[in-house]
């Protein structure tokens, strides 16, 4: 976490919310917020599912499989959504891998 | 406990409280954001009544909690403070001097459930760092801390306040702020009220090295991508349109002061004509929904031109109500640092002048003593 390399995910990462990160379910709102310092997103459906399955133990292609079979749709086509939102939480330092 | 009164449907539940555990600070920087007038440790509410305050607040839909100061460590309750925050999936961050924080407070912070990690500096040169927050070994404690942040492995931000005694070291500064192992880092040109701006003629930057800062900043956003995120936070003096003060105000963030005077933003008692409620007296959720001094300048009704009819008076909110006062004496004016303020142009005169004059006055440091020689005009 401490790392000053910048992470690049791949289908084999295995994803985890940054420890100083929370996703929890608003419930004045009702919807799941993302926290963060002075940060406070509200992350798309498809974001919230993926951010749910990031256990550090799961690799981005076991997640896209899940997901694909929840939803009904192709491993493949969720992968391409999956990847950019994973790397652009990454970039933020939302999510380690 | 009484079923709460509902909140009208015109105002929004508060996001973010900013819970100012106490107005004591070892450090004296002549920019604190505290008011003039401190509050003393004897009127400082208990661990229980912060308690209260905390579960108020995360039953109103807070999610954010700022734990700040003065020097918010100098509580010996504030682990008590944190897990009760976590317990109520409160997110807690610590803005802190890092002055006097052990390795071992900070780690019983960590194990009570503190989710994040703030220290403000100074600057990166250490002999000016410690002119600049008037206290001997200020900088040193500081990076000190920084280290116990890292062996916790508890995420840090640094903040870096600039204004025209360091800005030409920013570059550094960042650089300083990066090697402290700070995943984030903000880089907050000074705000000027209260102290800052009794010091406004000391440390407002020219407009020059506020647009060398800015590149500065997309130089590093641009090198340290994906490694550490940056906040900028620009002087308005420069600025065209105001900034959207507080996010508007009552519209997101609620200030609880050491005594627990309840504020729409941590400067509004520099406007006298309001009265501010307490959370000893009146419930937090009434007083966010229903107090005076909550709805003066919530929302646009209150708007004078050319605020009333610009199409940006729900981005902007009219910018600054202190500041609308402190400079133009009338709080319901337009923000003066917007340009259709009639008192912009004067404005900027003024700031071209303070921040050109070769020879800047001494510091006003932040100390109970000073507070009468900051308190002189300086519009």
Sequence with gaps: MTGRERIILTTHSQPALARHVKLRMDDTRQRWVLLAPERLLNPSDTAIAVLQLCDGQQKVEDIAAKLAAEFDAPAAAILDDILPVLQDLADKGYVTA | ?379
């Design chain 2, 1 to 379: 406990m009484t079923a709460p009164a509902p909140i009208p449907a015109r105002v929004p539940a508060p996001v973010g409280l900013l819970a100012e555990l106490t107005h004591r600070c070892p450090l004296q920087c002549p920019y604190c954001s505290n008011p003039l007038e401190l509050e003393r440790q004897a009127s400082e509410l208990s661990t229980a009544q912060w308690i209260n305050v905390l579960d108020q607040a995360a039953d109103l839909g807070v999610l954010q909690l700022h734990l700040s100061g003065g020097e918010p460590t100098a509580r010996r309750d504030l682990e008590q403070l944190v897990a009760h925050a976590a317990k109520r999936q409160l997110y807690s961050n610590l803005i802190t001097s890092g002055y006097g924080v052990t390795r071992d407070r900070l780690a019983a912070l960590t194990a009570s459930g503190l989710d994040h990690l703030q220290i403000s500096i100074q600057d990166s040169d250490p002999v000016n760092a410690d002119r600049i927050a008037g206290v001997p070994g200020a900088h040193a404690r500081k990076v000190a801390l920084a280290g116990f942040a890292r062996a916790l492995d508890l995420a840090l931000t640094i903040n870096a306040p600039i204004h025209r005694q360091n800005v030409d070291n920013l570059a550094a500064i960042i650089e300083f702020a990066v090697s402290l192992g700070a995943r984030r880092v903000e880089v907050a040109h000074v705000q000027y009220y209260g102290w800052g701006l009794a010091n406004r003629a000391a440390l407002l930057p020219t407009r020059q090295q506020v647009v060398q800062s800015i590149d500065v900043v997309a130089k590093a956003r641009h090198q340290y991508k994906g490694v550490v995120t940056f906040d900028f936070v620009a002087p308005d003096y420069y600025a065209k349109r105001p900034k959207p003060c507080m996010g508007g105000w009552g519209r997101g963030i609620i200030n609880v002061t050491p005594s627990g005077k309840v504020l729409p933003c941590h400067a509004a008692q520099s406007i006298p004509a309001l009265k501010f409620d307490s959370v000893t007296d009146r419930p937090l959720r009434d007083i966010w929904a229903n107090s005076e001094a909550f709805n003066a300048y919530r929302g646009t009704a209150w708007m004078k031109e050319p605020c009333r009819s610009c199409e940006f008076k729900e981005a902007d909110w009219g910018g600054c109500r202190c500041q609308a006062l402190a400079l133009t004496g009338d709080a319901a004016n337009a923000d003066p640092m917007c340009a259709k303020s009639p008192s912009h142009g004067e404005i900027a005169k003024l700031a071209l002048v303070e921040s050109t004059a070769a020879d800047p006055p001494a510091l006003i440091y932040r100390t109970p003593a000073s507070a009468a020689g900051a308190r002189s005009p300086t519009g």
